[in-house]
């Protein structure tokens, strides 16, 4: 598996940069998608006393864990950002691949895969990253007020983690990141060009995050949750939010729901975790206590609407996995229907903010309901990927003319049928119930959640994916959650050379002569390649891709640093640069070799033999012998003639990938 090594801030600001200067757009984001504000329409809301400009956000997940990733998702829209959960086990043994959203959504995926420290300084990254952009004009025309942006916390899974030493230290940064600041800034300092270097001293909210978004295991017991938010609560004045699990409806319930009602009789939900977790009026009289004691501290307490619903792994797709986790459209069914039958026990004013099966039809029906965030996973793992979250504000904005209002708070009420003051924050809870009760019945009925609508997996040909070669279909740059995938240049065409063999002591042409063809897609000079150090293997791309093999694997791997390349051991290319030439060391298989580039020249160098190339010529200008080889032992130059194009395409000075931005730092 790949492991995770995130990108310093100055190399993620020069690709921005570039890319939005020739491209339009951002880590693959099209300016088209980005969010800029709605005109004479106020989509904001209020989350903990703070102001966000949409209710909108990417769920706790793959989506908010790196730092470009959070930044595409403000881009999109998202206002609330919900981090990844953190807990103190961050040496975890995953499967892989993770996720599978080829129908409804399953995952066997749950915590940070960084560890804890390195959590905390990629938070913090990403929220100066969200700072800088506007900074440095991205978007050009973003209104005022539509930038207000919150970071909502979330840790896991138990109150002897939370209150471990490293745990401590990072909620203490998320309260606090200015050390996290002061590094930001060093490196800043010294990677970014002069033109750029004003961001190095631009203002960044200290404070990442006021808010707690706790996520606990099955089975963990109400007064153990009850002590962790106390303990959050009265250490650190954290607001806190409780997610809840869908056991909360109750195993018949759930089971005849999801089987029965939405057809998917092929999931097999398991009823033990009904038994060991905390039963519906077990869960309200927690979130009650504990609205009291955040009221008494003047605190918000709230409820997350739903955790992913545990079942039994009835496919291929995670070998070895005895169960897994539900996504998607029928747990938006279960978790709306759920929400609302907990506010009308505990009240409509509870704060509750939703994520289950959230789309660009959904959304604006959720937020009628008032609840925030509405955040989404799920539909941005989907062909789109993050710019699939502009649309839910383009919804939300129509939904909003048709009821004739202005502000959220009046749609709540418009929708309503209420003809109320917005500024009554009673009558807007009591509106904001009506609406869900209407939207949990019209879910219900809404045959696009049931299973045979959802049954239908992406297309898949029998055609096989090339090193160089694919049919271009632009899904698997957008489904990557981590924007690990992206696209380069390479001049279309056929390069035919020979390999070498040892003869008398010298190296000689040998066998037939090879073709090796590249750019035959329907956009031959495009080509696709993978980073491979924020490439997790989740395998989203391949389930999007139509063709036989996973981009992850197939496509060129590109490493960022020669000890993640060494670390990993599969096939790849590490580029770096000494003096004027241009290095690139490739594995593949249990070949490896090293090309040096410069002055209009190529030194190969494998095994016991160095070949000179000139100019674009396939063929050695020279060979040399510096090991002692046997007669008869044959030279293979393929590898070489990879590491050709790599050079030619990926290492091109006006590249926008994250490689031409490591290169050009390196450059000076």
Known sequence: MSELHPLPLSVLLRRASSQYDRDRAVFDLDVRRFYEGSGGFDLSVSFHGERASTPAGPAAGPHTQLAQNIALAFLAGGRILELKTVQVNDALELTRPCIDMATVGFNVEWSQELPVHLSAHEYAKARYLIAALPAMGIPERLEVGAADVLFDTSVGYDLDGIRSAKVRRFL?????????????RREL?????????????????????ECVTLSTFHGCPPNEIESICEHLMEEYGFHVVVKMNPTLMGYEEV??????????????IPKEP??????????????????????????????????????????????GEESMYLSGRPLHV?????????????????????????????????????????????????????????????????????????????????????????????????????????????????????????????KKTTAKLELFDCIN???????????????????????????????????????????????TGKKPERQIANMADLCNDCGNCDVFCPEEGGPQVKKPRIFSSRASFEKDGG??????????????????????????????????????????????????????????????????LGLYQKIRFVISGLAAAEGTSYLSALLERDRF
């Not at 203490?172 to 930001?184: F, G």
């Not at 089971?255 to 097999?268: M, N, S």
């Not at 799920?378 to 789109?384: A, C, P, Q």
Request: proline residues 4%; charged residues 30%.
């Open 571 to 636: 096939d790849g290319f590490f580029f770096e640069r000494r003096g004027s030439m241009l290095v690139v060391d490739a594995r593949f298989g249990d070949r490896r070799g090293e090309c040096r580039a410069g002055g209009g020249e190529r030194i190969f160098r494998e095994g016991g033999v160095e070949t000179v190339f000139t100019g674009d010529s396939p063929e050695p200008s020279e060979t040399r012998l510096f090991g002692a080889l046997d007669e008869g032992h044959v030279v293979r």
């Open 334 to 458: 279960l978790s709306l229907g759920l929400a609302g039958r907990f506010r009308e026990t505990v009240g409509a004013d509870l704060v509750v903010s939703f994520s289950a099966g959230i789309d660009a039809r959904n959304y604006a029906a959720a937020v009628s309901c008032g609840m925030t965030p509405v955040t989404a996973c799920t539909d941005l793992l989907k062909v789109g990927g993050y710019g699939r979250l502009s649309a839910y504000q383009d919804a939300l904005v129509a939904a909003m003319k048709k009821a004739g209002a202005r502000t959220v708070r009046e749609f709540i009420l418009r929708s309503a049928g209420a003809d109320a003051d917005p500024a009554d924050d009673r009558a807007v809870a009591d509106a904001s119930l009506i609406n869900h009760r209407r939207a949990a019945a019209l879910a219900l009925e809404d045959e696009r959640y049931r299973a045979a609508k959802n049954r239908k997996p992406p």
């Open 255 to 268: 089971t005849d729901l999801v089987r029965g009602t939405l057809g998917y009789d092929e999931i097999e």
């Open 274 to 319: 009904f038994d060991h977790d905390p039963t519906f009026d077990e869960g309200v009289d927690l979130i009650r206590s504990l609205r009291a004691s955040g009221k008494r501290r003047g605190l918000m307490v709230g409820a997350k609407f739903t955790n992913t619903l545990f079942v039994k792994n009835h496919k291929d797709f995670f070998p």
């Open 473 to 519: 279909c632009d899904k698997c740059i957008p489904v990557c959650p981590n924007n690990a995938n992206f696209s380069w240049s390479l001049e279309p065409g056929e390069v035919r050379y020979r390999d070498l063999v040892v003869a008398d002591g010298k190296l000689v042409s040998f066998g037939k002569e090879i073709a090796l063809a590249v750019g």
């Open 189 to 209: 300092r010294a990677g970014l060009p002069r033109e750029m270097e004003f961001v190095a001293g631009i203002d960044v909210p200290e404070r990442l995050s």
């Open 172 to 184: 203490r940064t998320m309260l606090n990141a200015s050390a996290e600041y002061d590094e930001i």
